[in-house]
């Protein structure tokens, strides 16, 4: 993972699955992606949830997320993690959760059943961290620069105008024209009349 950058992590549970190999289709799906996939078997309950936590992480949506299983269709949940921390082997937790409800449907809120509790290992790289840093700085440049531009601009107005003055030997030194001056009194060179 990179620091600031959102990461989309996702947990799937097969209701169709014999626990032995991987089916083809969900194989096929997470070819080619980076890190580890893992797959293990879990008893499952009419209402099931997750939860994905960590510190130093900002995860949407957080607590525990309640879904209803219809077998066979498969069940999943979704999270965009950010890390906030930059660093090596940073952990995330995920639990998964049966809901046992009361015998005969009474009004007792369900027992959780915790079914599955496991870590997530992640590394968070520093480079988005660079990037945000300069681009939390720019605006500050941008000031600075304007600032800079401002006193270019009265400096060289103010030195363009300076009084004629005296030289070290005495001469009365004239300013050269400046642009936008305009003093018509002056005959122009070659004009004797």
Request: aromatic content about 6%.
């Amino acid at each position: 993972m990179f620091l600031y950058r959102k990461s989309d992590i996702g947990l799937v549970l097969r209701t169709d699955w014999n626990g032995k190999d991987m089916p083809a289709d969900v194989a096929d799906e997470l070819k080619g992606l980076p890190g580890e996939i893992a797959q293990g078997l879990t008893k499952i309950t009419r209402v099931m949830s997750a939860e994905l936590s960590g510190n130093g992480f900002d995860i949407a949506p957080s607590g525990r997320q309640e879904r209803m299983v219809v077998v066979p269709q498969p069940v999943s949940w979704s999270w965009q993690v950010t890390p906030k921390e930059s660093g090596a082997d940073k952990t995330l937790r995920l639990r998964l959760y049966a809901h046992i409800e009361a015998p005969g449907g009474g009004t007792m809120s369900p027992t959780l059943i915790k079914t599955l509790d496991t870590g997530i290992t992640v590394d968070v790289k520093t480079w988005d961290w660079v990037l945000a840093q300069i681009r939390a700085v720019e605006p500050i440049y941008a000031v600075i620069a304007a600032l800079l531009a401002l006193l270019t601009v009265v400096l060289t107005y103010a030195f363009a105008r300076r009084p004629e003055g005296t030289g070290s030997d005495g001469s009365t030194r004239k300013r050269g024209p400046v642009i936008g001056d305009l003093d018509q009194s002056r005959k122009p060179r070659g004009d004797e009349s």
